[in-house]
């Protein structure tokens, strides 16, 4: 097989560039970013959520949770963070893939680009992420990808497992809005499930030193993994945590993130995710057997 690519018109945005390779696809937009949105088995689902109010729009200086997958910056702040991605962005091909180039956002002064690659045989995506630092002096920061999930799933995340004797081995950080019986939260001994319910419109989230350096969703028969490669005694943002997830009624996000890392003028940090996709595996109830199953059978490397 081979990597296709192509422009096409997705959901108004009318520069956006198709990978496929005959057994899964990805969309990338050109028109705002840089942002996919689109990933799934070809003329099927896409297993990525998407605003539909904010479809097909571009330009201005409000900001707009399209949804899809994104790269940001953490720690999360009201001003740095949320500059609007509504300007087009540069790309080009790369060997099975393409790259996307955002121009400089200036009040910041950083530069964000991801490199899409198609595996040409497989149901396998690579993803690097890259945020650089165009100003004049130092800055510290986390590169954070978000990737927003259709409904109805159930997460799976594993729980770290490393014999530490008397100490402590993980750490299960809660933002103010979360409450530890949101019925949504599984909280097992070998995972952390988390379902996705469109009736429930309160937001939870929750961060955790993801050991495996790996999460799954379920939903409608389908599995989508997100891998990367957390660092031990590295530190990280939000009380330590390279793993963080964050649901309400309308989706929920995958998240994982770079080590903190300060950044002198002209220096990049890069993150690296792999995702995967797979066929035929349904998951109608909490069941760490089950889970087990998955994880040996698809999960851990």
């Not at 422009?7 to 969309?27: A, C, Y």
């Not at 991605?85 to 950083?110: C, F, S, Y």
């Not at 800055?139 to 497992?161: D, K, M, R, Y």
């Amino acid at each position: 097989m081979s990597v296709k690519i192509e422009k096409i018109n997705f959901s108004g945005w009318e520069n956006s560039i198709r990978l496929s390779n005959g057994i899964i696809d990805v969309v990338a937009t050109t028109d705002i970013g840089p942002r996919i949105v689109r990933f799934g088995f070809e003329e099927d689902a896409n297993e990525f959520n998407l605003d539909p109010k904010t479809l097909g729009l571009k330009g201005g200086d409000e900001f707009r949770f399209y949804g899809g997958h994104r790269l940001w910056h953490s720690p999360e702040d009201r001003k740095r963070t949320y500059i609007p991605d509504n300007d087009p962005v540069d790309w080009h091909e790369i060997e099975n893939g393409i790259r996307l180039i955002q121009k400089p956002e200036k009040w910041v002064n950083t530069q964000k680009e991801i490199d899409i690659v198609l595996n040409p045989n497989e149901n396998k995506v690579r993803l690097v992420h890259r945020i650089t630092n165009l100003g004049a002096w130092p800055i510290e920061l986390s590169a954070w990808t978000i990737t927003v999930l259709a409904p109805e799933g159930i997460e799976i995340i594993p729980q770290p497992n490393k014999d530490t004797d008397l100490l402590p081995n993980r750490q299960i950080v809660l933002w103010p809005y979360s409450k530890m019986n949101d019925k949504r939260v599984y909280w097992g001994e070998k995972y952390i499930a988390l379902k996705q319910d469109p009736n429930n419109r309160k937001p939870f989230k929750l961060g955790i030193n993801n050991q495996e350096g790996w999460a799954a969703y379920v939903r409608g028969g389908h599995l989508f993994i997100k891998r990367y490669y957390p660092k031990e005694n590295a530190t990280y943002p939000d009380f330590g945590v390279s793993f963080e997830t964050y649901t309400n009624d309308w989706m929920l996000e995958i998240e994982t993130l770079s080590p903190l890392t300060k950044l002198q003028p002209g220096e990049t940090v890069e993150h690296i995710e792999e995702w995967e996709l797979y066929d035929g595996v349904y998951v109608k109830e909490i069941d760490e057997n089950i889970f087990d199953d998955i994880a040996k059978k698809y999960c851990r490397r």
